[in-house]
């Protein structure tokens, strides 16, 4: 029988070659769990990976630089601290992702450090571990995000794919909300926490720190020795909270699109509660004159007839007979934004009574307060105001679009709205919760926005 040989030094027993690690540089796992570990060296990603009887094997960089001692005491924290558990397990027992876990299990570890050592605390806060290139990374993929939730795209097209670092796994596409927020939770102690709270905060995303910061301090800060029941609390509710956000912001920016409004980057989710409208007057002009259609589109152009009365086209077209247009009436609701970005004349208004006599319109816009408004109805029932009503019944400012939009909601369809869209609530505030409140009266309504009235009258 062969003598049994010997493993060499340099053999990882779970496949692969390892080097020789520094003595005094070497983490012991061992010495705190008692099981047999192989010590590789890694830069990056350190990790541990418990394999139970084929034997476990502790990655983490072997140089004599506080970065990599940075990373040795968080991975031998790791051995002391966080149970062993499969992904199977995670998923099985806790339903989330073993990412999520992870994540918040780093900041629980993290917090453990600096409550036991002073010394520790300092390493980790003092000594950064990532490198100016996934700083850059990182905030290209937070940039990606703030563009999705707000329904646009990177139009530009130029920025790399990022590297989720701290989380321990590469980014494919741009990130969603929850990946955000595991990024931000994972360097709870850290001094990488510095970088992604200036991030979110240049992405318009400060509300996703704030939000898992708040969740760390209930779930870890306020207690002196978090569990790993704790960690998983925190878990658990990171991820469901963040995935409900990503799909209600998906919401909210589909009930903009389909109104025909502008997102106004929506990065947060809306509180439709956040904003006032104005108070709105509804007022009725004098209809003191019958409404009259244009005479000039009654009749129109035609080759065909027994009485010339075109001859001016005789030389162009020859369409020098006229031939009387069915009579066609339509009936519906067309409400005029009157404030100064529309930059409507009152002459516009009349061509608009001119081109529907059979319509009701009306005309609004906020008064000089920015707290209420008129909307002025100047045409109905087949009489319209005179001239001198067609004015703006303000004083150009907005604040009332809602209460405009419920108004036209109520009357006789089809609705049209001729508006640039921007709405604005009391103290001409324009705000997403604002916006957002506009296109679901747009879309319950069933009313169509038309950007100016040259298009109107185009139509």
């Known amino acids: 029988m062969k003598p049994r040989k010997k493993r060499r030094w340099d053999q990882d027993p779970l496949g692969g070659a390892a ?19 192989r010590v590789r060296e890694g830069r990056w990603p350190s990790f541990i990976e418990r394999r139970g009887d084929e034997g476990w094997l502790m990655q983490v960089p072997l140089s004599d630089t506080e970065e990599a001692r940075k990373l040795r005491l968080h991975e031998q924290a790791h051995v002391a601290w966080t149970p062993n558990v499969t992904e199977e397990d995670v998923a099985r027992n806790y339903g989330i992702e ?31 571990l990532l490198a100016e290139v996934i700083i850059n990374q990182h905030e290209q993929e937070f940039h990606r995000l703030a563009l999705k939730l707000a329904g646009r795209s990177d139009e530009g097209g130029t920025h790399d794919q990022g590297t989720a670092a701290l989380t321990k796994g590469p980014s494919k596409e741009t990130m969603s909300l929850l990946e955000a927020a595991r990024l931000v939770a ?27 910061n708040e969740m760390h301090k209930r779930h870890l800060g306020s207690k002196k020795e978090p569990t790993f029941e704790d960690t998983v609390a925190y878990a658990q509710e990171l991820e469901e909270y963040f995935n409900e956000m990503e799909d209600t912001l998906a919401a909210q920016v589909l009930d903009i699109e389909s109104a025909d409004l502008q997102v106004p980057g929506l990065t947060q989710v809306i509180d439709e509660d956040e904003d006032r409208w104005g108070d709105m007057e509804i007022q009725i002009a004098p209809l003191t004159e019958r409404l009259q259609g244009d005479p000039t589109r009654k009749v129109r152009a ?75 109805i100047v045409a109905k029932s087949g009489r319209r105001a005179s001239h001198d009503w067609l004015e703006c019944p303000g004083a150009g400012s907005n604040v009332i679009d809602g209460p405009a939009l419920d108004w036209l909601a109520k009357q006789r369809g089809p609705r049209i709205w001729v508006s640039d869209g921007v709405v604005t609530g ?17 879309n319950r309504g069933k009313i169509k926005r038309i950007p100016n009235v040259q298009q109107l009258l185009g139509s």
Not at 203 to 210: F, P, Q, S
Not at 329 to 357: C, K, N, Y
Not at 428 to 437: C, D, F, G, K, N
């Open 426 to 442: 009391i103290g001409e505030r324009q705000t997403p919760a604002l916006l957002l409140s506009a296109a679901r009266k747009v």
């Open 98 to 128: 073993v990412r999520t876990l992870n994540a918040c299990e780093d900041g629980r570890i993290i917090k453990m450090m600096g409550d036991r050592s002073p010394g520790w605390k300092d390493v980790n806060e003092q000594n950064d």
């Open 186 to 212: 994972s360097s709870r102690g850290y001094c990488e926490g510095n970088h992604f709270d200036r991030i979110t905060r240049s992405v318009g995303l400060e509300w996703v720190k704030d939000t898992v």
């Open 19 to 37: 080097s020789k690690p520094p003595l005094r540089m070497t983490p012991f796992p061992a010495v705190i769990d008692g099981h047999r570990w």
């Open 302 to 376: 035609t080759d065909l007839g027994a009485i010339p009365r075109y001859m001016h086209r005789l030389p162009t077209d020859q369409r020098v007979f006229g031939r009387h247009r069915k009579h066609r009436r339509f009936r519906g609701t067309v409400l005029i934004d009157h404030s100064g970005s529309m930059s409507l004349r009152a002459r516009q208004v009349d061509e608009i009574l001119q081109r529907w006599p059979a319509v009701t319109i009306a005309t609004y816009s906020g008064n000089a307060d920015n707290v209420r408004g008129t909307l002025r």
